[in-house]
């Protein structure tokens, strides 16, 4: 229960939702504001209640006119079906909502104008949720896809450039549909700054991916990854190299000789020795 209870506590509303609302009772579209709010809502919980089923640390919900966000303190070190299943909980909120609505208008405990209204509004937040953008949930699950076949710093920068690649092509596609309507505009924007955001934060993403790998909770890992490294490659090139979901050995080679290491090793040497660009050959000596 008080996991529960921290999670509400923890549900912030962005100031600019309080600006909005303001310009939806100037305009009489507060009914509209609030039926955009609880369907953002529900669908954030999706997301809070798939991570509690996993004891996921849920940090705070922050809620947006239209969107959200359901911060997490997991850092990609998760087993790959739970990151799955967190994700799409959110989006298949929007086809409980569907059936909610199809119950309640047949029910007449809704008009015929308020369930046609609920359902565009379910589906357009449904479809651009589903927008492989950074960092709703299409872009989460592009991140998913590349670190399953790459290291986990590649498939981040690589959902960063895809993500405003796409923002860019909704920009256009914007400017030529639909040049005068705010609240899409409003929307770009806010992805383009938490993109930005994201970029900025690359390193630091990173790099909390490698503390929890060496002091969080351990996790047992079913797949080994080898990599072959030089001797004189500095040791945070080789961190960039490392996959989620994998167990590392690091596969040395030394004059046509081959050494092992553990990632442990390497983990100890970059956080605890701060040997950040110490050539990687001269762990060996070490251990």
């Known amino acids: 229960m008080n996991k529960w209870l921290s999670t509400f506590m923890n549900i912030h509303i962005h100031p600019l939702f309080?600006?909005?609302?303001?310009?939806?009772?100037?305009?009489?579209?507060?009914?509209?504001?609030?039926?955009?709010?609880?369907?953002?809502?529900?669908?954030?919980l999706g997301h809070v209640v798939a991570a509690h089923m996993f004891s996921w640390r849920v940090?705070?919900?922050?809620?947006?006119?239209?969107?959200?966000?359901?911060?997490?303190d997991e850092h990609g070190n998760r087993p790959f079906y739970e990151e799955l299943i967190v994700t799409i909980a959110g989006p298949l909120q929007h086809l409980i909502i569907f059936f909610?609505?199809?119950i309640a208008h047949h029910a007449n405990v809704i008009s015929s104008e308020m369930y046609h209204q609920l359902l565009e509004y379910n589906l357009s937040i449904l479809l651009i949720n589903l927008l492989p953008i950074w960092p709703l949930d299409g872009g989460k699950l592009f991140f998913l896809y590349r670190t399953a076949r790459t290291s986990f710093r590649r498939a981040h920068e690589q959902t960063i450039y895809a993500s405003a690649f796409v923002l860019m092509i909704c920009f256009v596609v914007l400017l030529v549909v639909?040049?005068?309507?705010?609240?899409?505009?409003?929307?770009?924007?806010?992805?383009?700054?938490?993109?930005?955001?994201?970029?900025?934060?690359?390193?630091?993403?990173?790099?909390?991916?490698?503390?929890?790998?060496?002091?969080?909770?351990?996790?047992?890992?079913?797949?080994?990854?080898r990599?072959?490294?030089?001797?004189?490659?500095?040791?945070?090139?080789?961190?960039?190299?490392?996959?989620r979901g994998k167990k590392h050995a690091i596969i040395v080679?030394?004059?046509h000789i081959e050494m092992e290491l553990d990632e442990n090793e390497l983990l100890y040497a970059y956080f605890h020795e701060k040997r950040t660009n110490e050539p990687i050959g001269h762990l060996i000596h070490t251990y």
């Open 18 to 44: 309080w600006f909005i609302a303001l310009i939806a009772i100037m305009t009489a579209q507060f009914q509209t504001l609030l039926l955009l709010f609880w369907i953002v809502l529900w669908h954030e």
């Open 253 to 255: 080679k030394k004059n």
């Open 227 to 243: 990599l072959v490294v030089d001797a004189n490659d500095p040791l945070f090139r080789v961190l960039l190299l490392f996959h």
């Open 178 to 225: 639909a040049p005068l309507n705010v609240n899409l505009w409003i929307i770009g924007f806010f992805l383009a700054y938490a993109l930005w955001g994201e970029w900025k934060q690359r390193t630091y993403v990173w790099i909390r991916f490698l503390l929890e790998r060496y002091y969080g909770k351990r996790v047992e890992y079913v797949t080994l990854k």
């Open 100 to 102: 909610i609505a199809y």
């Open 59 to 72: 940090k705070r919900v922050l809620l947006l006119p239209f969107g959200g966000v359901a911060e997490m």
